[in-house]
């Protein structure tokens, strides 16, 4: 009987995705070759919306993974047009309760228990129900609580066949992937084989609870020791791949601004230091929860005291974006292309980043990208706040068309920092509608530029001992290689040898003085603004190679 389901859902999908494919091909393609093509561009919009909603009835009617399908094409603003992704924004990951019968029977198979004997109490009604599992609240038996140090516990168990229903669908993605990727004119705009994977990976992860527990233990060494962020504790002895238990950390949430006010909390200071953890968890740990909207964030009151009157409390952590060494040195190269309004060192930090694929028309996204740069390249944070809303939308119009054409997708892992750093946005506003999220952005692009100078300034330093290493060991070299000669077999007069020798090595010494204060003055130059101090030093330092190069030449060793 399952099979027969899980036959028919496959089919379903795969019907859905050819039909509308049909459609595409004849719009898009046969129309234009026809003449027809003012046709299909009046139509576009109004077909884009017809299929989105379509769409979205599917996903609703299938749930499981369809759901994170529909969520995960809504923020894929790079590669789908307008109409679909605002259609699907609206796509809730909540679907009807799992009845309580069957979340017994899967969770006691997996603890190997009744939940009696492993709970002193568990309340059957769930506190959310969404696609892939569902949440009760329970107490923990004594011997269990005595074990894990806490009592109160929220049991997180996964909806009963849900493994299947993935891998389903999951099978059903692959091939609609592979039917894109044989269409040339979406492959050359998107690789959507890579897309199906990227997203498969994600869904893999989030379905297995012990990694989500595995997350949540790293994220909270990532703050240990920081009084503003609070993380729950996990019940490991009871925790398996699909049953999670977790301390139950339930406060009030971010949104909630009638309980903030109740418990005399300030929304706006609430914004700022969410915003900054945030990005802490970007620039400094590399570990960012991708998944921050309003039911995974607490603001937890603290007893009164010398500490902090609250704090911030994360859960749900089976979605995480990590930000690898390579990710971390193209972000930091995509910081300072902007910051220098560097066209082509933009165009280069994206395609490190696997942003754009290798037949992009540069030449058309770098003359776009100067426009942009000529607009808004040399405005300061504060400037760009200022800015009419109305002409960032106009651009965002103008060139999302022209992101669109070109063949431009975001990686998976660059897709959920920039759906945390949106949904971050998004709920700071909410909070405090004076703030802005480049007020909190801005504390770490000038850390970066400043890592970025002490980088350049280490490599000059290195390049400056090499040519002083150089420098000390080319008369040695020199004189050796004279004497090998003098001693060998060669007869020949070697003395006009020796002084065009010596005058070459004169002439070296000087050139690799003049390289030594090059780099130097033009070191403490570019570290100037960031560190003074050091700055001056280095440009002072670097007369002694000046004065070699200049006045070298009036001191000659004379004949040998």
């Keep these: 009987m399952a099979d027969g389901a899980h036959r028919a859902r496959y089919r379903r999908i795969l019907l859905f995705a050819a039909r509308h494919f049909v459609q595409i091909w004849w719009y898009e393609l046969i129309l234009p070759r026809l003449g027809l093509a003012a046709v299909a561009e009046r139509t576009r919009a109004a077909r884009m919306t017809r299929l989105a909603k379509r769409f979205h009835a599917l996903a609703v009617e299938l749930g499981g993974l369809m759901i994170k399908v529909g969520q995960f094409l809504s923020s894929r603003l790079d590669v789908l047009p307008p109409e679909i992704t605002a259609e699907l924004e609206g796509l809730q990951d ?28 568990f309340d059957e009604t769930p506190v959310a129900a969404a696609s892939l599992g569902q949440a009760h609240r329970a107490r923990l038996s004594a011997p269990d609580a005595a074990d ?35 269409v040339r004119f979406v492959a050359t705009r998107v690789d959507a084989p890579a ?29 240990d020791g920081d009084i503003r962020v609070g993380v729950p504790r996990i019940a490991w002895e009871r925790t398996t791949r699909r049953v999670l238990i977790l301390s139950d950390v339930s406060a009030i949430k971010i949104n909630d601004t009638d309980a903030l006010r109740a418990a005399g909390i300030d929304r706006s200071e609430v914004a700022h230091v969410f915003a900054a953890v945030m990005f802490d968890q970007l620039f400094t740990h590399g570990f960012v929860h991708a998944d921050p909207h309003p039911g995974n964030i607490f603001v937890t009151p603290l007893p009164e005291g010398e500490g902090p009157a609250w704090r911030l409390t994360f859960v749900d952590f089976g979605m995480m974006a990590e930000v690898p060494a390579e990710l971390r040195s193209s972000l930091r190269m995509l910081v300072i292309a902007v910051a220098a309004r560097d066209g082509r060192g933009l165009i280069d930090a994206a395609q490190q980043m696997g942003v754009l694929l290798p037949t992009a028309d540069r030449v058309t996204l770098e003359h776009a990208l100067t426009q942009l ?13 200022d800015v009419d809303p109305r002409e960032f939308r106009d651009f965002a119009v103008e060139f999302g068309d022209m992101v669109r054409a070109l063949p431009f997708q975001l990686p998976e892992r660059l897709l959920l920092l920039i759906r ?31 890592e970025e100078s002490g980088g350049m300034m280490r490599d000059l330093a290195q390049e400056a001992l090499a040519n002083a290493g150089v420098i000390w060991r080319l008369p040695k070299r020199a004189d050796a290689l004279i004497t090998r000669m003098d001693q060998g077999t060669v007869t020949f007069d070697t003395s006009r040898l020796e002084r065009r020798l010596d005058r070459l090595e004169r002439i070296g010494v000087r050139v690799l003085s003049a390289v030594l204060f090059a780099a130097l003055l033009i070191g403490g130059a570019l570290l100037m603004p960031v560190n003074p101090v050091l700055g001056t030093v280095l440009v002072i330092v670097s007369a002694i190679p000046l004065a070699h190069t200049l006045f070298a030449g009036l001191f000659g060793r004379g004949p040998r």
């Excluded at 299947?164 to 059903?172: F, P, T, W």
């Excluded at 000529?374 to 706040?385: A, P, V, Y």
Aim: aromatic share 10%; proline share 4%.
């Design 94 to 121: 909540e679907v009807p309760a799992v009845p309580f019968p069957d979340i017994r029977a899967l969770a006691e198979a997996e603890l190997g228990v009744s939940l009696e004997r492993a709970f002193a109490a």
């Design 148 to 182: 894990a140090g806490f009592e109160d516990v929220i049991v997180k168990v996964q909806r009963p066949g849900i493994d299947e229903i993935v891998k389903v669908d999951l099978a059903a993605l692959r091939r609609v992937g592979g039917w894109l990727r044989r």
């Design 195 to 223: 897309l199906v994977e990227e997203f498969a990976q994600t869904s893999m992860e989030e379905i297995d609870y012990l990694h989500e527990a595995a997350n949540a233990e790293r994220f909270a060494e990532c703050f």
């Design 373 to 385: 740069f000529d607009r808004f390249g040399g405005m300061s944070f504060t400037e760009l706040r």
């Design 420 to 450: 945390a750093v949106s949904l971050t946005s998004g709920l700071c506003s909410g909070l405090d509608p004076d703030f802005n999220i480049w007020d909190s952005v801005q504390p770490y692009a000038a850390r970066l530029l400043r």
